[in-house]
């Protein structure tokens, strides 16, 4: 029989040199369960926080702003502007923002009664730019000849720090994956140690008869990765039922964006199973080293 035979059909004579129950079989359910939990969460934070970086550099980029400053000659400031983008490379169209607009932009924060006439909002221009995009700097200075006071805003310095705040939000989810699959790995090889230890005198005897460390080994192996992988598959499904308890929409806020769409939930699945592989190589890893220990 193949290894991968061993480890999905077993050997019940193998079977019983690992006892069935005690804290090591509830250490290694408990603590997959609860990691795999916990890894459910960090990948929907992880493709979240993907799809949050490319949101907002499409929504932000290739988009610009002109603020003119409100003044008596501002409508003929805002024809001069208008003609002057027209001509400008790398600028795809430009139309001035109306006060309904500005109202429904800033009522979220105020309201809808907000006198427009008294506060004397800027004027606002909006650029829609090339993919190359224009020279800012000679587009600024001659927008400074034909209006003055008037401000060139391509949101680069609202976009580009957005952006790196959701990568640096999907690194630390990748950061905690790899936490998460060391603390299950390093889990899992302290109570096959354990266990191995305990049963010290079956293994003598074993060895005594003419087992094979090999087949020892298979005995800790097979019974610590079907543990793992139970657990884990437990944690992942609860997890997944509270992922999708999340709510959604745009009144959610930020936690709108975590979930699994489509195929994305493929990724609940390789959670049981890398905790399974997790726990076979620790387990080889720790058994072979105590049996190694031992002579």
């Given at each position: 029989?193949?290894?991968?035979q061993?480890?999905?059909?077993?050997?019940?004579?193998?079977?019983?040199v690992?006892?069935?129950?005690?804290?090591?079989?509830?250490?290694?359910?408990?603590?997959?369960?609860?990691?795999?939990?916990?890894?459910?969460?960090?990948?929907?934070?992880?493709?979240?926080?993907?799809e949050?970086?490319?949101?907002?550099?499409?929504?932000?980029?290739?988009?610009?702003?002109?603020?003119?400053?409100?003044?008596?000659?501002?409508?003929?400031?805002?024809?001069?502007v208008l003609?002057?983008?027209d001509?400008?490379?790398?600028?795809?169209?430009?139309?001035?923002?109306d006060?309904s607009?500005?109202?429904?932009?800033?009522?979220?924060?105020?309201?809808q009664?907000?006198?427009?006439?008294k506060?004397?909002l800027?004027?606002?221009?909006?650029?829609?730019?090339?993919?190359?995009?224009?020279?800012?700097?000679?587009?600024?200075?001659?927008?400074?000849?034909?209006a003055?006071?008037?401000?060139?805003?391509?949101h680069?310095?609202?976009?580009?720090?957005?952006?790196?705040?959701?990568?640096?939000?999907?690194?630390?989810?990748?950061?905690?994956?790899?936490?998460?699959?060391s603390?299950?790995?390093v889990?899992?090889?302290?109570?096959?140690?354990?266990?191995l230890?305990a049963?010290?005198?079956?293994?003598?005897?074993?060895?005594?008869?003419?087992?094979?460390d090999?087949?020892?080994a298979?005995?800790?192996?097979?019974?610590?990765?079907?543990?793992?992988?139970?657990?884990?598959?437990?944690?992942?499904?609860i997890?997944?039922?509270?992922?999708?308890?999340?709510p959604?929409?745009?009144?959610?806020?930020?936690?709108?964006?975590?979930?699994?769409?489509?195929?994305?939930?493929?990724?609940?699945?390789?959670?049981p199973?890398?905790?399974?592989?997790?726990?076979?190589?620790a387990?080889q890893?720790?058994?072979?080293?105590?049996?190694?220990?031992?002579?």
């Amino acid at each position: 029989m193949t290894r991968l035979q061993n480890l999905l059909l077993g050997d019940t004579t193998a079977n019983r040199v690992v006892p069935p129950s005690g804290f090591t079989a509830s250490l290694t359910v408990i603590s997959s369960a609860a990691m795999a939990f916990l890894a459910v969460f960090a990948i929907s934070l992880f493709l979240a926080a993907g799809e949050l970086s490319n949101r907002w550099e499409a929504e932000l980029s290739g988009t610009a702003t002109i603020r003119l400053p409100v003044s008596e000659t501002i409508d003929d400031q805002v024809t001069n502007v208008l003609a002057a983008l027209d001509q400008t490379p790398g600028i795809v169209s430009a139309r001035r923002i109306d006060d309904s607009e500005q109202l429904a932009l800033l009522a979220p924060w105020f309201g809808q009664d907000i006198p427009l006439g008294k506060l004397r909002l800027p004027v606002l221009i909006e650029v829609e730019e090339t993919q190359a995009g224009p020279d800012v700097e000679g587009l600024s200075n001659r927008l400074a000849a034909e209006a003055p006071g008037a401000v060139y805003d391509n949101h680069s310095r609202w976009r580009i720090p957005l952006v790196e705040a959701a990568d640096r939000l999907r690194n630390l989810a990748l950061i905690s994956l790899l936490l998460i699959a060391s603390v299950v790995a390093v889990t899992i090889a302290l109570a096959a140690s354990s266990a191995l230890a305990a049963n010290g005198q079956i293994v003598d005897v074993l060895r005594l008869v003419g087992a094979e460390d090999r087949w020892i080994a298979n005995a800790f192996t097979r019974r610590f990765t079907l543990r793992a992988l139970g657990g884990a598959f437990a944690g992942a499904i609860i997890a997944a039922i509270a992922v999708a308890l999340i709510p959604s929409g745009v009144d959610a806020g930020i936690l709108s964006g975590l979930g699994f769409r489509g195929g994305q939930w493929l990724f609940i699945l390789s959670v049981p199973c890398l905790a399974a592989g997790l726990a076979f190589l620790a387990t080889q890893i720790a058994v072979a080293r105590r049996l190694k220990e031992d002579g």
